[in-house]
C-alpha cells in the first residue's frame, strides 16, 4: 500500500546549525506534501507545504524541496534556534487532488542543543 | 483563529468500557478527521468525514465508530475498549477542496487498563 517513509527518527543539531529531515513517498500520483511540527502537548501545526509542479518553496528559515523523479522530499532549516526543538512530521496526499487525505511519515524528533 | 477542541485531554477507562472522544471546530469546515498516534507510526487516520452524517473508514476503522450529527462536532466512539487502544487521538479539521491546510486539535490521551 501506499507509505511515506521518514528519515531521521531523531536529530540533534547544535543552536545555528541546519537540520535536514528527508522523506520519500511511494505512491506517484501524490502531489501535496505539508510538513508539520508538534511541540510537546500540543497537536501537529502545518508549518509549510509544496505542491507538485514546484521543485522548491521558502518561508524565512524553512525550506521544503521536492523531487518528483526520485519520490522524495525535504524540510531544511537554517539557524537553528532552541524553539526548533519539536517533533515533525511530513506527509504526502493520497494520490492526486486528494489532499484532504494525508499519509504521515513517523515523524523525526529534532532536539536544538543551546 | 482556527480552534478544534477535543474535550477529554486524559483518559482512563477499564477494558470493555464504552468510551465517546468529542470534538469541535469553530471554522465551519467541511472535513472532519480522527487520528491516531503511536510512537514510532506517526499519525493513522482512523476515520473521516466530509459532511454531516457522512463517512469515510481509514486506515485503522476497525474497534472504532464515528458519529457527525452537526457540522462543527465529530465523535470517535471506542464500542469497547481494549488496551490495544490505548494511544493519543487527536481530531482534526479542513475545508474542502485540493491543499487546504488540515487543523489539529490538542490531543486526547486514552489508557485503557
Known amino acids: 500500500g501506499e507509505n511515506v517513509e521518514q528519515h531521521p527518527s531523531t536529530l540533534s543539531v547544535q543552536e545555528g546549525d541546519s537540520a535536514v529531515i528527508k522523506c520519500t513517498y511511494s505512491?506517484?500520483?501524490?502531489?501535496?506534501f505539508p510538513w508539520y511540527k508538534q511541540e510537546l502537548g500540543k497537536g501537529p501545526q502545518l508549518i509549510i507545504d509544496i505542491r507538485s509542479n514546484v521543485g522548491e518553496k521558502k518561508d524565512q528559515r524553512i525550506a521544503v524541496t521536492l523531487n518528483k523523479t526520485a519520490k522524495h522530499f525535504s524540510l531544511h532549516i537554517t539557524e537553528t534556534q532552541p524553539e526548533d526543538s519539536a517533533v515533525y512530521f511530513c506527509a504526502a496526499s493520497r494520490g492526486r487532488d486528494s489532499s484532504y487525505k494525508l499519509i504521515f511519515g513517523s515523524g523525526t524528533r529534532l532536539l536544538v542543543r543551546p | 483563529d482556527v480552534k478544534v477542541t477535543q474535550s477529554s485531554r486524559y483518559l482512563v477507562k477499564r477494558t470493555g468500557e464504552k468510551v465517546f472522544l468529542e470534538c469541535v471546530q469553530d471554522?465551519?469546515?467541511?472535513?472532519m478527521f480522527w487520528y491516531r498516534q503511536d510512537p514510532g507510526l506517526g499519525l493513522r487516520l482512523i476515520y473521516f468525514?466530509?459532511?454531516?452524517?457522512?463517512?469515510e473508514k481509514g486506515d485503522i476503522p476497525e474497534g472504532y465508530s464515528v458519529s457527525r450529527e452537526k457540522k462543527e462536532r465529530f465523535s470517535l466512539i471506542l464500542e469497547s475498549a481494549s488496551t490495544n487502544q490505548t494511544s493519543m487521538y487527536l481530531c482534526?479539521?479542513?475545508?474542502?477542496?485540493?491543499?487546504?491546510?488540515?487543523?489539529f486539535g490538542e490531543g486526547s490521551w486514552l489508557t485503557v487498563v
Open positions: 468525514s466530509y459532511d454531516v452524517k457522512m463517512k
Open positions: 471554522m465551519d469546515h467541511e472535513n
Open positions: 482534526a479539521s479542513s475545508l474542502a477542496g485540493i491543499g487546504n491546510t488540515i487543523y
Open positions: 505512491d506517484s500520483a501524490s502531489n501535496y
